[in-house]
């Protein structure tokens, strides 16, 4: 393989990692937003159970955060090439 070919196949890598983070970090705001809608119209059905909704929504968010780092994490150790 020529040089060229070698340098277009990192920068592509590079920049296929960047898209992943950013993608990961759009679809955690999007989740993350549908829930806080979701426990706002549940509580607004049924405020007796707020407490409840409340801890299902944090939960919930810090799952979807969980999810969301992982993704970054993997896309830096793709940009570093850890592994390769």
Do not use: C, H, Y
């Amino acid at each position: 393989m020529s040089l060229l070919t070698l340098l277009v196949a990192a920068g592509l890598g590079k920049m296929g990692a960047g898209v992943g983070a950013g993608l990961a970090a759009i679809g955690a705001g999007i989740g993350i937003g549908q829930i806080g809608k979701g426990a706002v119209e549940a509580t607004a059905r049924q405020p007796e159970a707020s407490a409840d909704i409340f801890k299902n929504m944090i939960l919930t968010a810090a799952l979807i955060e969980g999810v969301a780092l992982f993704a970054v994490v993997i896309t830096l150790l793709v940009t570093l090439g850890v592994g390769a």
